[in-house]
Each structure stands twice: as structure tokens, then as C-alpha cells.
């Protein structure tokens, strides 16, 4: 490894400190995906029509959730989680695809006989063409749910886990993981709970707004009582 790295020209040893991190998160990622696939059955397997204020005994800090229960009623069952028309280009994992493309990218060219602004170029236009990739593959995605009528609701009940921050008291929204009827989702979220959710963190979903987010509170707070 040494020995590599030595071999290794300038231009090419700052490609690598782009592309190893990158590729260490993507692998990281895919390992999350697979995990969260398998682990469906995992989950907290609660019925919707079966939790109500009561039964969590939440207290008055989770008012805004668990009247997000009763509320997920009135929400049509074959509500989809949202349009791949609203996909953004820059997210976590697109960024994550241009560092490691462009990173690589860049390591290779480096070695070749090509002038700095070529080799920043073109691992640039590859590293976009990675991230155009990601937002088109998570957009067809999201139109493979829809034709499989994903039932929004039946995320209620459910652990999931924070991908993009949850701000704090519904002052806005971030991205959770869930596994719903046997397949891995990403979901817009809000909580009001006190803090931020942060990246990570285990989350139960106590409801969804109209327009189809969850409602979330700390996984902690459940397993507490």
C-alpha cells in the first residue's frame, strides 16, 4: 500500500484523498441498502389502527405526533411517498458518487501524459455524469413505487433510521429510511420533538401529514417506556 502511494505522483495522491473517503461512504451505503432490505421482518411491527395516544403515553411533548396518528386515517392508502419529479440533483448520495468517480477518474488520468486542466476537466465531467446517474436511477426508483402502489400509512409503527437531519419542532423536514411492506423507502420526515434528528439516529414513526411525510420521534423515547 506503502508502496503504491509512493509510486503515486502529486496530482494523483489528491485524486486518492478525494476518492477513498468517497468510496468508503458509497460501500458503507450500499451495505446500509442490503441491510435494510433483509431486515424488514426487524422492525417494530405495529399496526396503525392500533396505536393511539394511550397506548404510547407520549405525554403533552408528543401532541403534534400522536395527533398525526389519528390523522393518518383520513389519508388516502395508496398515497405515494412523494413525485420523482421532486428528486433533487444534489443529495448525499449523488455528491458521494462524484467524489468517488471524479476522485478515480482523476487518479488515472493523472498518470497519463495530459496537462492539469485536461485531467480536472474530464474527472469533473465524469464525476457529474456519476451524480446525473444516481438522481436519473433514484427517479426511476421512486416510479417503480408508484406502479407497486406503495401504502404511505403503512409506514406507522415502524423503526426507521435518519438519513438527511430532522429539524427540531417541525421547523422543517429531512429523509428517513424505513422498510415498508418488505422494501427499503426514503421518506420526507418531521418531528417535534425538542432537538435536531440527526444522521443515524433510530426513529419511530408515529404518523404522516397530509401531504405524505412522516411524523417521527426519537426511537429512545418508545423504549423508554
Not at 462524484?98 to 492539469?116: E, R
Request: hydrophobic share 50%; charged share 20%; net charge negative.
Amino acid at each position: 500500500m506503502v508502496n503504491w502511494w509512493n509510486g503515486l505522483n502529486l496530482l494523483q495522491q489528491v485524486f486518492t484523498c478525494f476518492a477513498i473517503p468517497a468510496t468508503l461512504v458509497l460501500i458503507i451505503q450500499i451495505i446500509l441498502f442490503i441491510i435494510g432490505l433483509s431486515g424488514g421482518d426487524g422492525d417494530t411491527d405495529v399496526s396503525h389502527g392500533e396505536i393511539d395516544g394511550d397506548g404510547l403515553d407520549l405525554g403533552d411533548s408528543a401532541d403534534g405526533d400522536t395527533a398525526g396518528i389519528s390523522e393518518a386515517a383520513d389519508v388516502d392508502d395508496s398515497a405515494i411517498i412523494y413525485d420523482s419529479a421532486e428528486v433533487k440533483l444534489l443529495t448525499l448520495r449523488s455528491i458521494v458518487a462524484f467524489f468517488a468517480v471524479g476522485g478515480w477518474t482523476g487518479v488515472v488520468l493523472g498518470g497519463m501524459n495530459l496537462s492539469l486542466p485536461a485531467v480536472v476537466i474530464l474527472s469533473i465531467m465524469a464525476g457529474w455524469a456519476a451524480l446525473y446517474f444516481v438522481t436519473w436511477s433514484i427517479r426511476i426508483a421512486l416510479r417503480l413505487q408508484h406502479i407497486g402502489n406503495i401504502q404511505v400509512s403503512n409506514a406507522i409503527g415502524k423503526v426507521g433510521e435518519v438519513y438527511i437531519t430532522v429539524p427540531a419542532e417541525n421547523k422543517g423536514r429531512g429523509k428517513v429510511n424505513v422498510v415498508v411492506q418488505e422494501r427499503f423507502f426514503e421518506f420526507e420526515a418531521t418531528t417535534s420533538a425538542e432537538r435536531d434528528l440527526k444522521t443515524g439516529e433510530s426513529v419511530f414513526v408515529t404518523g404522516i401529514t397530509e401531504d405524505n411525510a412522516l411524523i417521527v420521534i426519537p426511537n429512545d423515547e418508545i423504549n423508554a417506556r
